[in-house]
């Protein structure tokens, strides 16, 4: 996983906006690791909103790094528990992967069996959890 730093540094770079932005919207380190993921997320998610307005306003080009980067928030909800998250952002990462390749980008098909299949990982679990939860272990 790449450092949610580095996601923002990059969004703020193709939105044309300065890098050092960055700066002043990063949170001061955490001392637990779950604190961290919080923190994590808050810096993740502001990389995807501007990719994701980047690519809504027709930078296409930029959706295969806006699915990378939805597969990476997803596996911080899981982490956190979090899996009907997980699942949105897995959903999320699927839906710009199946029209990047439809588009002629054949290159993202494994990135594409990826994100089904750590969806599907994230169902089985989901699975799990409801039938012990009704049918005991």
Known sequence: MRDPREWL?????????????????????????RAQAIADLGIYEEAQRLLQSLVAGGRSVLRPALAE??????????????????LALYDQAIEALERVVVEGGYQHVEALG???????QVLEVLERKYLFRYYGP
């Open 9 to 33: 540094v990059e969004a703020l770079r193709a939105a044309g906006r300065d890098p050092a932005e960055a700066g002043s919207l990063l949170p001061p380190r955490a001392l637990s690791r």
């Open 69 to 86: 980067l939805c597969l990476e928030i997803a596996r911080v909800h899981e982490y956190m528990d979090d899996m009907p998250g997980a």
């Open 114 to 120: 990826k994100a089904y299949r750590l969806k599907a």
